[in-house]
């Protein structure tokens, strides 16, 4: 269950309103939950407890799928997809796995996004922009000009502009859905520790100071 209340309908929210019959038909999604893609449906009813930010929000949507952006959707969507995975979203990576598969990008690339750093299935641009999300998700904005002088050569300064908003959008989004344990992200912290046998000893690390005698 997600971290935070939900609001559907009875919140009467007109401009959600109008985006869940998009997205859950006639039904309320708070009662009968559950999207076309599998997915529960939680992000859209946690976030319509503020209806500004689910309107800002759902806004973003628009922004980077009107036809006035300049960047290739699928290389949008490398920032997208990336970003999902190095933040941890569940979420966020499986739905932007689809949104690639959608475009038409190979299986082999979608496979690859993990480990883009080996991949030979990514040509010259497509591994400077995935470095450059590396660089903005997981170095914060940290990006070597080598990386950037790659992006300058193939893109304009538009484009990656475009880019650069999208993909730090993302990365938001990937943090709240985890924070708030929305959708896929509803899951439990995997570290934790593992008990040891009954009757162990407390100081774990004494075997190896342990001398042989």
Same mark, same amino acid.
């Given at each position: 269950?997600?971290?935070?209340?939900?609001?559907?309908?009875?919140?009467?929210?007109?401009?959600?309103?109008?985006?869940?019959?998009?997205?859950?038909?006639?039904?309320?999604?708070?009662?009968?939950?559950? !999207?076309?893609?599998? #997915?529960?449906?939680?992000?859209? #009813?946690?976030?319509?407890?503020?209806?500004?930010?689910?309107?800002h929000t759902t806004e973003g949507f628009r922004f980077y799928r009107s036809k006035d952006r300049q960047i290739d959707p699928k290389?949008?969507?490398?920032?997208?997809?990336?970003?999902?995975?190095?933040?941890?979203?569940?979420?966020?990576?499986?739905?932007?796995?689809?949104?690639?598969?959608?475009?038409?990008?190979?299986?082999?690339?979608?496979?690859?996004i993990p480990h883009w750093q080996v991949a030979t299935c990514f040509n010259e641009l497509e591994r400077a922009l995935l470095a450059? #999300?590396?660089?903005?998700?997981?170095?914060?904005?940290?990006?070597?000009?080598?990386?950037?002088? !790659?992006?300058?050569?193939?893109?304009?300064?538009?484009?990656?502009?475009?880019? !650069?908003?999208? #993909?730090?959008?993302?990365?938001?989004?990937?943090?709240?859905?985890?924070?708030?344990?929305?959708?896929?992200?509803?899951?439990?912290?995997?570290?934790?520790?593992?008990?040891?046998?009954?009757?162990?000893?407390?100081?774990?690390?004494?075997?190896?100071?342990?001398?042989?005698?």
């Open positions: 269950m997600p971290r935070l209340k939900e609001a559907g309908r009875e919140a009467k929210n007109p401009y959600a309103d109008k985006i869940f019959d998009i997205v859950f038909g006639d039904r309320d999604p708070v009662a009968e939950p559950g !999207t076309a893609t599998g #997915t529960p449906g939680n992000w859209w #009813t946690v976030f319509n407890i503020v209806p500004e930010a689910f309107q290389l949008r969507e490398l920032g997208q997809i990336r970003a999902g995975y190095t933040v941890g979203s569940r979420f966020v990576f499986s739905q932007h796995c689809k949104s690639c598969r959608h475009l038409g990008m190979p299986e082999e690339q979608i496979e690859a450059y #999300t590396d660089g903005l998700v997981l170095e914060r904005g940290r990006v070597p000009d080598g990386v950037f002088e !790659t992006l300058k050569k193939h893109l304009s300064d538009e484009e990656i502009l475009e880019f !650069t908003y999208i #993909t730090c959008t993302y990365m938001m989004h990937a943090i709240m859905s985890r924070a708030l344990r929305l959708e896929y992200d509803d899951v439990d912290e995997p570290v934790t520790e593992v008990p040891a046998p009954e009757g162990y000893y407390d100081d774990v690390m004494s075997m190896v100071d342990r001398k042989e005698e």
